[in-house]
C-alpha cells in the first residue's frame, strides 16, 4: 500500500484567508490529482499534474507537484465560503490504481 | 439525471446478511470501480473492471465480491456483511479513450451509505 499523508487533516479559517493543505508520500507517482467532495456527493476531479515540479492554476487555486513526484502541494488565496468541503489527493503509478490521500475538511466561515 | 447512479443510497443492515450495491452509469465509459470511504483513510479501492470481461482486486477486496452484468453496470456484494464493512462506498467511471490511465478522470456517484449492525 502507496500512504499519502495529507495535512493538516482538519482546517478551519475565515473567509479571505490564504490557505495551504499538503499531500505526502514516501512513493514516487507518475501523476496526482486532487479531488474536491462536498457533503452527500462523490469527489470531483479538480486539477491532474503529471510532471515533477509542475504548477497549475484554476482559478484562485494553485496545485504543485513536487520536483520528485513524490508530493504536492494545494493553495487557495482569498478562501470563499464555496470552498468548503473534502480536499483528496490521489496518486497513480505504472499500476492501474488510484491511491487516495487521508483527506483535509476545509471549513471557510463568513 | 445523473451520469453514474448508486442504489440503494442509505442501508442498515444485520452481521451476516448478504448485501448488494449497484452502480449504473449512462457515460459509457468502459471503465468502473468499487470504493470505500472511512474517515481519516481516504477512499480505497475494492475492485475495478476495464470492461465486461475484465474483473481485477484492489486494495482491500476481502470480504467483497462484484459483477459487471454489462458495460453500464457494476455490481458490488458483500457476502456475510461484518460491522467493520460499516462506511461510505462510492461506484466510478472513467474513459480509456482520454489518454493513459494516469490521467484519467475518475467521475463518482453519490454514495451508499451502509451500516452494518
Known amino acids: 500500500t502507496q500512504l499519502l499523508e495529507q495535512s493538516p487533516q482538519f482546517l478551519s479559517i475565515q473567509e479571505g484567508e490564504n490557505l495551504t493543505v499538503y499531500c505526502n508520500s514516501s512513493s514516487v507517482f507518475s501523476s496526482l490529482q486532487w479531488y474536491r467532495q462536498e457533503p452527500g456527493e462523490g469527489p470531483v476531479l479538480l486539477v491532474t499534474?503529471?510532471?515533477?515540479?509542475e504548477v497549475k492554476k484554476l482559478k484562485r487555486l494553485t496545485f504543485q507537484f513536487g520536483d520528485a513526484r513524490k508530493d504536492s502541494s494545494l493553495h487557495i488565496t482569498a478562501a470563499q465560503p464555496g470552498d468548503t468541503g473534502l480536499y483528496l489527493c490521489?496518486?497513480?503509478?505504472?499500476?492501474?490504481?488510484?491511491?487516495f490521500g487521508t483527506g483535509t475538511s476545509l471549513t471557510v466561515i463568513p | 439525471d445523473a451520469d453514474v447512479t448508486q442504489t440503494p443510497r442509505n442501508r442498515i443492515t444485520k452481521t451476516g446478511k448478504r448485501i448488494m450495491l449497484e452502480c449504473s452509469q449512462t457515460?459509457?465509459?468502459?471503465?468502473m470501480y468499487w470504493y470505500r470511504q472511512d474517515p481519516g483513510l481516504g477512499l480505497r479501492l475494492i475492485y475495478y473492471?476495464?470492461?465486461?470481461?475484465?474483473?481485477n482486486k484492489g486494495e482491500i477486496s476481502d470480504g467483497y465480491s462484484v459483477s459487471r452484468q454489462a458495460q453500464a453496470k457494476f455490481s458490488l456484494s458483500l457476502e456475510s456483511a461484518i460491522p467493520n464493512q460499516t462506511a461510505l462506498y462510492f461506484c466510478a467511471t472513467s474513459d480509456p479513450r482520454r489518454g493513459s490511465f494516469s490521467t484519467d478522470t475518475q467521475y463518482f456517484g453519490p454514495g451508499t451509505r451502509l451500516t452494518v449492525l
Open positions: 490521489a496518486g497513480s503509478n505504472t499500476g492501474n490504481q488510484f491511491y
Open positions: 473492471s476495464f470492461d465486461v470481461k475484465d474483473i
Open positions: 457515460k459509457g465509459h468502459d471503465r
Open positions: 499534474v503529471v510532471t515533477g515540479g
